[in-house]
């Protein structure tokens, strides 16, 4: 362990889970759980078509349904007393370019529907039932418009246009790296590699949809929204925004969530909508989606399109990566995306390795889908996919192991920090013990020697080797700024030690299934030297923590652990000057151990901390001019971001004649500094990697040319399953991370960038002997039996 | 509006209700008798976040009327715990880290206690086969599996829910 996070009676241990009691009794509250007096629901009428000019929209018939109580089309919106909702604001532009207002997401439309979900007009009953079936007797006069649904169709010359500001469909044209140098390496290099990879969707898919609760008084102008949401803090000011209301005046509340994965982050026009009619009937009003709207609206991960290539030479050394890459939008830009593909896809593009050079140039281009944004490793995955493609193409056509080729080109241990071509400060590493571990778990050496005779007897075996970093912990905050953000990325937490010494930590983290109550406690517990039973963590209320910024990007245990930590040493630091004021001696003669302040030396002339806390509340003994009370404030701003790292290895077996995939091993070794809680990380692991294995395997949101969905419903989109997801083995090694307090590095993305190309690598190497370099995620059966019919070997091709 | 009149056992407390013939027998549990424990996640059968017990066997609730429940015995996940203790297969799902967000869970818990009652030994790839008309999509299934199989031991060790 590092000196900067010591083991101690709680961090680093498995303990159970605060949050579980409730979740395994059906005590929990989610949004649709909770209700208020007068509650009226709402069902939101949504665009059937992909692209389609509004003439008319007859909401007469639905208005007379009994139970009904109002149904509003934009128009009513505008012309209501209440100022009309605005768009949601893209809330990370660049350095150079900000994203133009007229590419933001419309709360409503009436003239104009540029994707399938979008919001058209909104029935408020006294019944969810009501509301649904008044919904279908509003009539819309559609006329349908010529749509597009992948981007490079989208930047044809004939393509239909989405938004005139934007005649070729092109919002953004970014690059970063040197083109120069990069060009240089390549043309040095002894030889080139490239692969195209298209721009698979995904859906989010939390078992959970979203939902909104919100309530509005009168009189006292409070508007109050309980949320599914990642951020209250984002969500109340961006509601703010797009609502031209007061923001204190707002309180937004994430009671139990079911899940996000990134969707849960952004704000969408829906729950905006809730928030303004509670306003304009103050009466409650509830909204959840039904599975095929949240499908539809809910913002899909990736859709970046790369063509990547690598420059190496003969014996294996990278010499420079190159990559082009057009990211389908959808029809709006959403609040996050600008900064996906481009800064942080760019910042892990080179990933564990020591590269030369690197350059990338990535368009924005709309079309007549959901918007994207981010979802669970957001777009490091597709830097981890291409460059773990790529890795595994050049070692076929070098003749070089996979492993090895890797390992030649690792940033060695004692390189840390270091920094990457792509201007990233990697904060420590150790690459080939994960590595080296993986192979020994998974007996390489055997497997490739199985492997040979296995292909003898006729059967196909393949064997994928990934290794990646991971970006995670956003901050800092002025890094951030830099690269355009438009917020702060520190994380606050306070920490309350009540007269009893019991204690509630205030964190604006907001988790939903990471086990923050758990994890944060642990944290509290070790830093005071309290019972684990007697802290409580409290998150997800703008009302109750006085801010924060929330959970994503693996930023709570790094950021979020780190504020918790120093608003605990801040309460530490009070208490020993109270100590040493009634001990009567100086401040550098108490010590503070198992939460109690010794004098040195004289062991029995102690207090202990819930002694002190005590005094801290009575006031009677304080030192001069201090406060009385026993609570700490921490705003964390990270000294910079961390780098979890790590090596999974698929094995499958493919049955040729029928293209079925049987997973024989799957074995991953993650580093993500220290940990809080070890059963919970590898939870997070396994969760990652069955989120990367459903992407490689079975999941993509397809549309098809008239921009209708085909993946609305869970019969049509392929989620991993019980009996899809292989029993994965798990084991990790420990560098900490210098860059915040506990030494922890965040590990929620880790599995999700470690699968997709791990399960590619190993079809990829299973289908060799077909003279099959390359095959498309998702990898399902029929691909793989497709692509062994078209292949030179298979019974389709010539011999 | 047409209303019918139905007569339902939820975790033996006996309800006399009066609903549309179109409520879907989730929303009646968790709507008009408050048993919110149950979760609705797709609407079309898929997932499985809204498993009861109808009659002692697992049924989707979000794919049922409320009237085809008529006169039936439903057992839901506020009815596991019994005299203040957990039932096994909670305890499995706490200790073996079975849950994260614990949105699924209640569904998975109902359907994993039938599957422990039909085969009270299953091997690891009876539960995942067991289990794979429930989609939960944060814990990667492994830790679930791991649940189903503490929870089975302690059963046959003599926990007082056989």
Redesign the interface.
Known sequence: MSETAPAGKYFGKTV??K????????????V??LEEPGMCHIAILRSQHGHAKINDIDTSRAEEV?GVIDVLTAEDFEAAALPTPGHIPVIWHFTDFEIPEAFWKRVIVGDRARYQGESIAVVIAED??TAYNARDQIHVDYEPLDAVVSPFDAMEADAPTLHDEAPDNVVFDWEEGDAEATDEQFEAADHTFSVELPSQRILP?????RGALATYSGSSGKLELQMTSQNPHLHRSLLSRVLDYPEHKIQVVAP????G?GSKIYHYADEAITAWLAMYLERPVKWIA??SEASQTDAHGRGLAQEGELAIDDDGTVRAVRVTGHVDLGAYVSCLLPALPTDEYWGVLSGPYDLNAAHCRIRGVLTNAAPVDAYRGANLTDATHLLERLMKTAATELGIDPVEIRRRNFISADEFPFETVTGMLYDSGDYEPALDRALEMVDYEALRGRQAKLREEGRYLGIGVASFIEMSGLGPSAICGMLGAQSGYWENSTIRVHPSGTVTAFCGTSG????HETTFAQIVADKLGVPYDDVEVVEGDTDQIAHGQGTYASRSGPVGGGAVARGADKVVEKGRKIAAHQLEVQLEDIDFEDGAFAVTGAPDRSMTIQEIAAEAYLGHDLPDEMEPGLEETSFYDPENLTFPFGTHIAVVEIDPATGELEFVRYVGVDDCGEQINP??V??QV??????GIGQARSEAAVYDDRGNIRTA???DYG?????T?P??ELDSTVTPSPHNPIGVKGVGEA?TLAAPPAVVNAVVDALEPFGIDHVNMPVTDEVIWTAIQESETGPGGES | ?RREDVSLTVNGNEHEISI?P??LLV?TL?GELG??????????G??G?CTVLMDGKPVKSCTLLTMQADGAEIE???G??TNGE?HPI?EG???E?G????????GM?MTAVDLLKQNPDPT??E???G??G????????????NAVESAAEKMHSGGSHE
């Open positions: 159970e889970r949050e579980d009691p409730e979740l395994i009794t059906g005590d929990a509250g989610y649709d759980d009994e969810r039932y898919t939390s078992i959970e949809t139990d969530v079911g899940g994965f039904p599975r939903h299934g990471q086990g059963q919970i590898e939870g396994q969760g990652g990697v069955a989120q419903t869970l019969l989620l991993p399953k019980t009996n997801v029993e994965l599995g | 509006m549309e179109s409520r929303h968790r048993y919110t424990g149950t979760n609705i996640g797709c609407e079309s898929v997932c976040a839901t996940v506020e596991l715990k957990l909670q799902f706490s200790q880290h849950l994260q967000c614990g949105y699924c869970t209640p818990m690891r790839e539960i995942r086969d289990l794979e429930n989609l939960c999509r944060c814990t990667g299934y492994q830790n679930i599996v």
